[in-house]
């Protein structure tokens, strides 16, 4: 396996720059933030911008804790990547990493300032200074579980970036999302604003009559990765009524995710009445 590492000052373009530089020199893995993304896609770990301090969120992101640097190497382990890029804030950085998850040694040590002009890295500490916002390189859709209830969005490269490697797509997707330790980072949104939002799609649905009892709960035990909704609903006579609640607990799913940050883990709906 052939080892790369992409060091520079937090919150000077790395992460974004990563999938750029993959592209060019065909590499198939990345290792940042304690996240392994291959060919695109995050195979394990839990993203260091999950944590709710800087201190912890540095000590994830080099791996110190064994589970999660087991549950990396087993990862790598499964995958057999030829080549990996390891991003960090410094060279030591990178070699507590590559210890940590028992990697060859960096063959090839690429430095941001190696990559990027001045005023892009200077683009990027504003909006890390400014609007809080970190960049992952991998799909939104693959990490919303992890950052349930967090501002995020999705950012597309396209082909003139560089054609090299069929796994980093032409449309690889990034995000933009903002951690816990930003002062931007988390939000709530209460029950009482999830009641309007699924009364708003009752009353363009039709079929059913009332709503009432609408309970919001986070998943502790999934470490807040979503939230689940019960309620209660009144049903108009009909045909085929299984099938129209089912339709209404995708509907009611789809439309809160689009409309907040948060995945809907589970809606479960008690038909109380049918009138």
């Known amino acids: 396996m052939k080892v790369y590492s992409l060091s520079g000052r937090s919150g000077t373009g790395k992460s974004f720059q990563a999938i750029n530089l993959c592209k060019e020199k065909n590499i198939e893995g990345i290792i940042d933030d304690g996240l392994f993304i291959y060919r695109n896609k995050v195979i394990s770990g839990i993203s260091a911008k999950r944590e709710r301090t800087i201190i912890t969120a540095v000590k994830a992101a080099i791996f110190a804790d064994d589970e999660r640097a087991e549950e990396a190497k087993a990862s790598i382990a499964r995958m057999k990547p030829e080549s990996i890029l390891i991003i960090g804030t410094s060279d030591e950085m990178i070699d507590r990493i590559v210890a940590r998850l028992e990697l060859p040694e960096p063959s090839e040590r690429i430095y941001i300032e190696d990559i990027t002009t001045e005023e892009e890295r200077g683009i990027a500490r504003k909006q890390r200074k ?42 690889a997707e990034k995000s933009v999302v903002r951690p816990s330790y930003s002062y931007m980072g988390k939000y709530n949104i209460s029950e009482r604003v999830m009641s309007d939002i699924i009364e708003c799609i009752r009353a363009d649905f039709g079929s059913i009559s009332g709503i009432d009892n609408v309970i919001v709960k986070e998943n502790r035990e999934m470490r807040n990765e979503g939230i689940e909704l019960d309620m209660d609903i009144d049903m108009e006579y009909g045909e085929n009524l ?13 439309e809160i995710e689009g409309m907040t940050a948060f995945n809907v883990n589970k809606v479960n709906i008690v038909v109380k009445n049918v009138v």
């Open 130 to 171: 400014e609007m809080g916002q970190h960049v992952i390189p991998a799909p939104t859709f693959q990490l919303r579980k992890q950052f349930s209830g967090y501002f995020m969005k999705p950012m597309r490269l396209f082909k003139e970036f560089g054609p090299k490697g069929d796994y980093w797509k032409d449309n």
């Open 242 to 254: 299984p099938k129209k609640v089912e339709t209404f607990q995708t509907r009611v799913a789809d």
